[in-house]
């Protein structure tokens, strides 16, 4: 997240090559391009010992043609408003992508929570909300966990909102089940990785049961996505988190890291495991010869520098725009297949939407039924890129851009502007 320009350049880039296969006129690319709206906002904190901080909120929200707002936030201590601006934006695209009735958000905190007591985080949070109570809603913006934020932090943002307007729970998706969350949630988008690699995989003639994987990133996501591509027979042979990355050419023991990462989720970290494997960086570990790469931390993390020295057959974005539009074009001249965030890891959205349905409806379905509806979903997404990128002979990121932007554009044409 060093080079905070880089996520908006590279949309810029694959939203062109779209536009350019589509020949949308420039007054439709510039309506496209821009944000329908973008906030920043102070936030002030008085700390436990009695100290005061100034922290600064940010909203953006691209795009409602489709429905209302939808997106995370993320809390971290280099976020800024040309990075929420460019993640609003692939928002819109995935939203559309699969088909949700939704437009695209993002927007955060440039904290580091884990810096902050629990007591500091839900009086940032509710002030937060209290910035911004008159932009969100259930049928105006959609806040869901991201980078830095969880159930917790979408409990807390029910609560504040409830003490301003009105209760309701689909105010926020991503909450604790107790409070109306959905079942399966948590892992839905290290599920859906896991999914959408198997089913490319198959299509490239790559066996998963018998694959060799490595996932940068082992948080939520990544964690879960091992876990799920394990199950499969996937080979895991390296992952990573900020601290380190871990190697063993034989497989590591996915099992017993999956449960260390429930506990890095207060504080631990991969640097202080021990056991059977190497210890790596973080560029070595893009590096590896493996089948499969899974880039599921920060973005940009494949570009020009490193870019040459990438070996993987397949990459699946799990993380937001982890591969910069200079890579991506080198990646396709080597004939790297990449499947693009929008649909890698759209899992999570997905899950967001069957929760704010359930909210509206007042009932709560079985974990089954929201598994069984992701996976048809994601499969319905997949087979449309797939589809697309036959007919165009397009690589799978442009069919993706492509469908999701013409849907956008006949739902702009049939509302009138």
């Not at 007591?119 to 209290?130: A, C, F, M, S």
């Not at 198959?202 to 948080?219: R, V």
């Not at 490193?306 to 993380?319: G, L, P, Q, S």
């Amino acid at each position: 997240m060093n080079d905070n320009k880089a996520p908006r350049k590279s949309c810029e880039s694959f939203l062109n090559d779209a536009f350019e296969h589509l020949e949308v006129d420039p007054e439709m690319q510039q309506l496209l391009r821009s944000p329908y709206r973008e906030v920043r906002f102070e936030l002030p904190l008085k700390r436990d010992d009695g100290s005061s901080s100034l922290f600064y909120g940010y909203r953006v929200q691209h795009n409602q043609s489709r429905g209302p707002f939808k997106g995370g936030l993320r809390y971290h201590k280099e976020v800024n408003l040309e990075h929420f601006v460019a993640l609003a934006e692939i928002m819109t695209w995935k939203t559309s992508l699969l088909d949700l009735p939704f437009g695209g958000a993002k927007g955060g905190i440039d904290c580091d929570p884990i810096q902050l007591s629990s007591n500091e985080l839900e009086t940032l949070t509710k002030r937060y909300v209290q910035r911004i109570s008159m932009l969100i809603g259930p049928d105006r913006d959609i806040p869901a966990p991201d980078m830095g934020t969880g159930p917790r932090e979408m409990a807390w943002i029910v609560d504040a909102f409830s003490l301003i307007e009105a209760f309701n729970l689909a105010v926020a998706t991503g909450k604790p089940i107790e409070l109306g969350g959905a079942k399966g949630r948590l892992e839905a988008t290290g599920y859906g990785v896991a999914l959408i690699t198997s089913m490319a995989a198959d299509e490239l003639g790559i066996d998963i049961s018998a694959a060799k994987a490595a996932i940068q990133g082992f948080g939520n996501v990544g964690s879960n996505a091992a876990r799920f591509l394990h199950e499969r027979g996937t080979k895991i042979i390296a992952v990573s988190d900020y601290s380190c990355g871990l190697y063993n050419e034989v497989g590591l023991d996915i099992d017993r890291l999956v449960d260390m990462a429930n506990h890095k989720q207060k504080g631990g970290k991969l640097s202080e495991c021990s056991g059977d494997f190497k210890k790596i960086t973080n560029d070595e570990l893009l590096q590896l010869d493996v089948d499969v790469l899974i880039p599921a931390a920060l973005g940009g993390v494949i570009n020009k520098d490193n870019v040459e020295n990438v070996k993987a057959k397949m990459i699946v974005e799990a993380a937001n725009m982890p591969i910069t539009c200079d890579a991506d074009t080198n990646l396709n001249d080597k004939g790297v297949v990449v499947i693009p965030d929008i649909l890698a890891n759209a899992g999570g959205v997905t899950v967001s939407y069957l929760e704010w349905v359930q909210n509206r409806q007042g009932y709560q379905w079985e974990k089954q039924k929201i598994m069984d509806e992701l996976e048809r979903r994601l499969k319905r997404s997949w087979e449309e890129v797939k589809s697309r990128a036959r007919r165009d002979e397009l690589n799978y990121r442009k069919a993706a851009y492509v469908i999701a932007l013409e849907r956008i554009i006949k739902a702009i044409h049939l509302r009138g502007f």
